[in-house]
């Protein structure tokens, strides 16, 4: 996996772009989650119980597809992460260390673990559209919040220009700082851990 990251970013046309918007986008895309949640919080979204709970669910699946997509590039910092993170299991009582060794396919985190958490961070993408789709059959039910409570028919105003052009002033504002980052300072929110390839024995 550590040779696979360096192959893309050497021999792969526009390689180290690609891999620099991929880790950096992942970032932006969460603070872009953390801004959703908050807004949900502040105007009382969570009265919408399955449209919540389908978001929690999704925020999860999220994380999950994180954590595993960190592991890939196999740095030290990425096998540090991931016998932490999945040795959390062992403290389910009776089944804990049963739950760890199958997580990690041997009694360590090793090509298994890397071949099975490459197959999640793959597959984990495609349920999280699937319930995205949940999410918005959901809010269908109700329509987005109404936080003041009341008819807004004489208030409502045309797509366009009015929405698209705030539309596209929110992707500018979202895209330059993550091209910004993914140009100028790649590794910022990296771990330098990362560019020593993991080794169990340090």
């Known amino acids: 996996a550590f040779t696979s990251v360096a192959h893309t970013c050497r021999n792969v046309q526009f390689g180290w772009l690609i891999r620099n918007l991929h880790a950096n986008g992942a970032s932006i895309f969460f603070i872009c989650i953390y801004l959703h949640i908050g807004r949900g919080l502040y105007y009382g979204s969570y009265l919408y119980k399955e449209t919540w709970n389908t978001g929690v669910i999704l925020l999860l699946t999220l994380m999950a ?92 105003i045309p797509f366009h220009p009015y929405f698209s052009s705030k539309d596209i002033l929110g992707f500018m504002i979202m895209l ?27």
Not at 115 to 139: V, W, Y
Not at 184 to 196: I, Q
Request: proline letters at 8%; charged letters at 10%; glycine letters at 8%.
């Open 176 to 202: 330059i700082p993550l091209m910004t980052l993914a140009m100028f300072s790649p590794n910022l929110l990296g771990d330098p851990e990362n560019f020593t390839p993991a080794n169990p024995l340090v």
């Open 65 to 156: 597809t994180a954590f595993v997509g960190y592991v890939l590039p196999w740095g030290q910092m990425s096998f540090w992460g991931a016998t932490v993170i999945t040795n959390l299991f062992s403290a389910i009582p009776y089944i804990g260390q049963t739950l760890v060794e199958w997580a990690w396919g041997g009694f360590s985190v090793d090509n298994p673990t890397l071949t099975r958490f490459f197959a999640l961070h793959f597959l984990l993408p495609f349920i999280i559209a699937s319930l995205t789709l949940i999410h918005l059959t959901f809010l269908h039910e109700t329509g987005s919040n109404n936080p003041m409570g009341i008819q807004s028919d004489c208030d409502k």
